[in-house]
């Protein structure tokens, strides 16, 4: 299984820049469904799949501890000796509490909508 981590350990920064796209489409789709009234839809999708990707990063931190390991990213440049390392956890909450409070906000904003005949 360790081996396994250290094969997947190169797709995880992709996979922070992913959910930080997703983050951004978010917060944008929220803005707007508040000012334009439209992007209930896009809110509460990408929310969900920034908590999916939240819940992620946390679990492979529990299993990178059970494992013995301490997983993080490295956002420098390593070629170079520099060294920026986030751990797994940290990356997993700065996308799970945005990715409720996305998918909660499109989701009211959904049910208002519907009730409006929007």
Same mark, same amino acid.
């Given at each position: 299984m360790l081996d396994l981590m250290v094969k997947m350990m190169p797709l995880m920064l992709p996979a922070v820049y992913a959910g930080a796209a997703l983050l951004v489409i978010?917060? %944008?789709a929220t803005l707007a469904r508040v000012t334009l009234g439209w992007g209930h839809a896009?809110?509460?999708l990408s929310g969900w799949l %920034?908590?999916?990707f939240g819940v992620f990063f946390l679990a492979s931190q529990a299993v990178g501890i059970y494992l013995?390991?301490?997983p993080a990213i490295?956002?420098?440049d390593s070629t170079k000796f520099e060294f920026d390392l986030k751990p797994f956890w940290q990356i997993g909450l700065a996308m799970l509490v945005p990715g409720i409070l996305i998918a909660l906000l499109g989701g009211r904003a959904a049910r208002q909508a519907e009730k409006r005949g929007i």
């Open positions: 978010g917060v %944008l896009v809110a509460r %920034l908590v999916a013995g390991a301490a490295n956002f420098a």
